[in-house]
């Protein structure tokens, strides 16, 4: 089953924060994060596993929630090139390298 | 590195052909996932293969097969195109075989249109 992420569409203000969300009705045995950009391929951003560990690099960082099956992505101080689609992927199980993905959010950074 | 090449880039086909589409993964991966996207579905899973064997399916029909090699390249193939066919097809490949907590990196993709 997918996940479902929100909100489902975002806009910012270049220095703002912004939150996005993936929950799953599923157990999780891990979550993974990507950005696409228009016609362009989506991009690894961190992938965490099960046990709410909390990653993070420059001004992007996620959390991963086991007991409520949620994962959530901070983007703050939003820059320019923070603009795209953002996807989670999770997985339930250690069986392979198949992910279920999220229906997306959409961020747009205005200057 | 280089990193996930795929081709060809765009294909235009009839409804009722066939088509293959190729990856080849960043060096030293071994695992080659197929997804499927389109605006209405969002990104689908295909298949995954790894050491020439498919490892997992998605739910798809059976007119969409895949093998890789021993170099760890990968096609795809869609027998009897269906309009519904139309999407962006990604291959993304990851280092260790055993899934979940390994990262996948995606290639360009390949822009399939069928009329």
């Known amino acids: 089953q997918q996940p479902v992420q929100s909100p489902q569409a975002v806009i910012l203000r270049e220095g703002e924060d912004a939150v996005i969300n993936c929950s799953s009705s599923?157990?999780?045995?891990?979550v993974h994060w990507y950005r696409q950009k228009h016609g362009e391929a989506p991009v690894f951003l961190m992938i965490l596993l099960k046990g709410g560990e909390q990653k993070g690099h420059d001004k992007i960082s996620a959390s991963f929630n086991e007991k409520k099956q949620q994962s959530s992505l901070y983007l703050t101080a939003s820059q320019l090139s923070y603009s795209g689609t953002y996807f989670c992927g999770t997985e339930s199980n250690n069986a392979g390298n198949m992910l279920t993905f999220g229906g997306g959010t959409r961020l747009m950074v205005k200057p | 590195k280089a990193g996930v090449t795929q081709t060809p880039r765009y294909l235009i086909k009839t409804r009722g052909q066939q088509v293959t589409l190729s990856c080849s993964p960043i060096s030293g991966h071994r695992s080659v996932s197929w997804y499927q996207q389109t605006p209405g579905q969002g990104l689908q899973f295909l298949f995954e293969y790894f050491s020439e064997t498919q490892r997992n399916k998605g739910n798809f029909p059976g007119r969409f097969s895949g093998r890789q090699f021993s170099n760890s390249r990968s096609e795809m193939n869609v027998s009897t195109l269906e309009l519904g066919d139309s999407a962006l097809y990604l291959c993304a490949s990851s280092l260790v075989a055993s899934g979940g907590a390994y990262e996948q990196y995606f290639g360009p993709g390949t822009r399939l249109t069928v009329t």
């Open positions: 599923k157990a999780l045995y891990s």
